[in-house]
């Protein structure tokens, strides 16, 4: 591919120089796997430094935003989709990308994601799913699996884990897909697909949280974690095809929702538009 | 010699005063969700932002979602406004103290209306006071204005984005339900009429830039997202690059800026109207449609013969000390009509120190103070 980078061009022209390091993620941490596939993606569609926007929300997701030279904006726990939607909505030609954990993105922030994906509002939404509350010390998030243990579900996570892709499927996203950070080369084509896309763009990326969950519920070591996500996951396709009693603890991933809608921001500067020109001709 | 060109006159609501009071402001985006008694500023802004040529409306879905589009939108360059009432007013309150900490100049227009919780959803109160200086967490410094009329709702609207682009700060315009509400004739001003202030963008080329730099005035120039000028914006404690920080003096150097910021202007900020308080005895301070029923009270007074003043506040934060000293050498009554428990009357008694005697009257049944109860307490002495 023309437009691959290799790992010190990704330092040198993509990592913040006056920001010091080393920064905050745990040894075997997912994060900095999806952090550099963002970084690959948006080199690979030739976006300008100067036109990419990462929204950040709270938690470890929160603090990738730091470590970028992009213009970044790190927000309020759960809110990062209502800056980005300012944003896009007062500056349409800028690439506005929100980072944001399963906490931040599911459970305080879960009005707004499916206010953004109903709106179609043109802002890509990545979603680092780690299953855990990994920064304030390993609580239950609402993508913990069921039976799992946690900080704050000590006997067994209680209830039904959220499905990410299901959620903003029904809310109306333009495109929905799910990676995985051990399956890279796949994440980073429909991070690609994700932010090419207008309208509202969502790629649930499953990371693993070995400090916070891995450590408590059963793998022993971070690779552990590597090697559950190699097994569990299944292109989407095949997992269609597999009989019910089979798609139990599989993890399907790919691509599941690609629409056409126009984004928010466009259907509102038509209309705009349109004003303008019956002003022009001399209407009201 | 030209004679001045006559002034456009409308027959407008409070509300509609705000509206017109931010477009010629050059407020170019409204993000807002729907609550009684501030909604016309939001139905308004629906129907005249988007045949503007840059105007940006959006309804979003609760009023946390509101302040962030808000805060983004200022942030992206624009002069950004939402209005609200109590409920909502309570929901903004985070992501307020991220305008204050990030700096990002906006206007929020609270219509006060009876609390707590839902309340009184129709009726004029003033309940807000201490929440719109102490709402949001943590040690902050927040301009809060208010307006007693409908004129008054324009240009203090004007006054509010000036000094949120001037400071780089949110600013609160507090409104009660009686002024939003109340229709009367007023004045569009010309251009050139008044001023319009536009927050300071950096001249100096990107890679000197820091964005949390301190300056003569404490406000740093503030570029729009994808000028050029690459920068990190986080709501925790940071450093001039906007890094997060955890080191007690950089610490320290950001939380005296933005309180200096706001302290060493007080002559700007602290806005009032003196009504025949030179020689007055008894003085009223008063804010919001409650300074409209004290204007009549103290006239009729003076018919009786007594020296009575009013010190209007149109600024509540900071607290206007100055003015208050300056009624208190030679008033021996201060009355401080409030439609709420006593909020300002806590602010009046702190700068007073024990010198006049500061009467209360205090309505919280939804009513409006008349200007009959606040003569009688005026005759009492």
């Not at chain 1, 929204?55 to 970044?72: E, H, K, P, W």
């Not at chain 2, 305008?99 to 959803?121: D, H």
Request: charged letters at 25%.
């Amino acid at each position: 591919m023309s437009n691959s980078i290799t790992g010190n061009e990704i330092i040198h022209k993509y990592l913040r120089h006056n920001k010091k390091f080393p920064h905050v993620l745990c040894a075997g941490c997912g994060h900095g796997i999806v952090l550099g596939t963002l970084i690959r993606s948006i080199h690979a569609l030739e976006i300008p430094k100067d036109d990419v926007v990462i929204v950040a929300g709270i938690g470890c997701s929160g603090r990738l935003a730091v470590y970028v030279d992009f213009n970044t904006v790190h927000t309020t726990h759960g809110r990062a989709l209502t800056f980005a939607t300012g944003i896009k909505m007062a500056n349409p030609k800028l690439n506005v990308i929100a980072l944001m954990g399963d906490g931040d993105a599911l459970s305080i922030g879960g009005n707004h994601l499916i206010h953004a994906a109903r709106r179609n509002i043109g802002v890509t939404a990545m979603v680092l799913n780690n299953s855990i509350y990994g920064m304030t010390g390993g609580q239950s998030s609402p993508a913990t699996p069921e039976g799992a243990t946690t900080m704050t579900m000590p006997y067994g996570q209680l209830d039904k884990s959220f499905d990410t892709v299901e959620l903003a499927r029904g809310a109306g996203a333009n495109y929905v897909a799910r990676g995985t950070v051990f399956h890279v080369k796949k994440l980073e084509k429909i991070m690609t697909e994700a932010i090419a896309r207008p309208g509202f763009s969502l790629v649930e990326a499953i990371t693993p949280c070995h400090t916070q969950y891995g450590r408590k519920n059963k793998y022993k070591s971070p690779v552990e974690m590597y090697k559950w996500m190699k097994k569990a996951a299944i292109p989407v396709e095949r997992y269609n095809e597999l009989p019910e009693d089979k798609r139990k603890d599989r993890l399907p991933i790919g691509v599941f929702v690609e629409r056409d809608r126009d984004g928010f921001e466009e259907r509102y500067f038509n209309m705009k538009a349109e004003f303008l020109k019956q002003g022009a001709k001399g209407g009201k | 010699m030209a004679r001045p060109k006559k002034r456009r006159e409308i027959f407008a609501l409070g509300n509609e005063a705000v509206v017109e009071g931010a477009l010629l402001a050059g407020c170019s985006f409204y993000g807002g969700y729907p609550i009684t008694p501030s909604s016309e500023i939001m139905e308004i802004m629906a129907a005249r932002l988007p045949k503007t040529e840059d105007g940006v409306f959006i309804q979003l879905e609760d009023e946390i979602a509101s302040m962030g589009a808000v805060i983004g939108a200022s942030m992206a360059g624009r002069k950004a406004l939402t209005a609200t009432s109590g409920p909502g007013f309570s929901l903004m309150q985070e992501n307020l103290g991220y305008a204050i900490m990030a700096e990002a100049p906006l206007v929020l227009v609270n219509v006060m209306r009876g609390g707590p919780s839902t309340g009184l959803p129709t009726s004029p109160a003033q309940g807000d006071v201490q929440q719109a200086r102490w709402g949001t967490h943590g040690d902050h410094p927040i301009i809060v204005l208010s307006a007693s009329n409908v004129q008054e709702c324009l240009d203090m609207t004007i006054t509010a984005f000036n000094m949120a682009e001037k400071y780089r700060t949110p600013v609160i315009l507090l409104l009660d339900e009686v002024t939003s509400h109340t229709r009367e004739k007023i004045e569009i001003p010309n251009e050139g009429e008044y001023e319009v202030f536009s927050r300071s963008v950096p001249s100096m080329p990107p890679e000197w830039y820091k964005p949390y730099e301190e300056t003569v005035r404490g406000v740093p120039p503030m570029p729009p997202l994808g000028a050029g000028y690459r920068f990190h914006v986080t709501g925790l404690t940071h450093d001039r690059n906007g890094f997060p920080t955890q080191r007690p003096e950089e610490i320290v150097e950001l939380m005296d800026r933005i309180h200096r910021k706001i302290d060493q202007f007080f002559y700007d900020i602290q806005l009032v109207d003196e009504i025949e308080t030179e020689d007055a005895d008894t003085v009223v301070i008063a804010y919001g449609s409650v300074a409209r029923s004290a204007e009549l009270a103290v006239q009729q007074a003076r018919e009786n013969g007594i020296k009575a003043g009013l010190l209007k506040l149109k600024t509540l934060f900071p607290f206007p000390r100055r003015h208050t000293e300056k009624v208190l050498a030679h008033a021996k009554t201060l009355i401080v009509p409030e439609m709420n428990m006593g909020q300002m009357s806590r602010e009046v008694k702190r700068v007073n120190m024990g010198r006049a005697s500061v009467r209360t009257i205090n309505r919280i049944d939804g009513q409006i103070v008349t200007p009959a109860e606040i003569l009688k307490v005026i005759m009492q002495g």
